[in-house]
Structures are given as C-alpha cells and as structure tokens.
C-alpha cells in the first residue's frame, strides 16, 4: 500500500468535511458517484483523503455568481427612528393613494 511518508498529507472524514465545507452524507454520495477523491481505507472502520487530492477537487469545482438581487434598485436607507418611520409610512400611504386614484382615471 503506498501511504504518504507525512500524514499532515492527508485528511480525515472530519477535516474533509471542514475543507470543503459538506456534510458526512454529502461527502459519501459523490464518493458512491465517483465525484470525490478516492478514500484512503486506514483501519476497518476509518479512512482519510489525500489532502492534495480534495484541494485539487475543491479548486476544480465551478465558481458561478449568480445575480445581484438588488439590480437596477435604488439604495434604501431603512428608518432609524420613530419619525422616520413615521413619515416613511405617510410617504407609502400617499404613493398608494396616488396610484390608487392613477389606476381609477
């Protein structure tokens, strides 16, 4: 069996799951899949992964930003105090009321 001659090479179920930030069970569905780094079978019951291995599947995996949620949005600043919040309400009430009445003419 070729084993790492330094064991900070490789990782326990533990450290993987804090490497890539999965949980046990997520971690075992890819490895049934084949999507995750072959295991490393230490004892019966325990194993470990190269730790060069899950840093190379973690880079591997898409980087995707999805959209801004407040595109095309002015900033809203939200009411700090009773007055404020106060005249924001008044402030929505006249806008309903004003396209209340736009939408009857």
């Known amino acids: 069996m070729n084993m790492p001659a330094n064991t900070k090479n490789i990782l326990t179920m533990k450290e993987a799951q804090e490497a890539t930030s999965l ?10 899949i084949g999507g995750f780094p072959k295991a490393i079978q230490l004892t019966d019951n325990r194993i470990a992964f190269l730790a060069s291995e899950v ?33 924001a309400r008044l402030r929505e009430c006249a806008e309903m009321r004003a396209n209340k009445q736009g939408d009857g003419a």
Do not use: F
Not at 57 to 85: A, F
């Open 23 to 32: 949980s046990r069970a997520t971690i075992n569905r890819y490895r049934q």
């Open 55 to 87: 840093n190379e599947w973690i880079g591997s995996r898409p980087r995707k930003k999805g959209p801004e949620v407040n595109d095309n949005k002015p900033r809203v600043r939200c009411p700090q105090t009773l007055s404020e919040l106060e005249k």
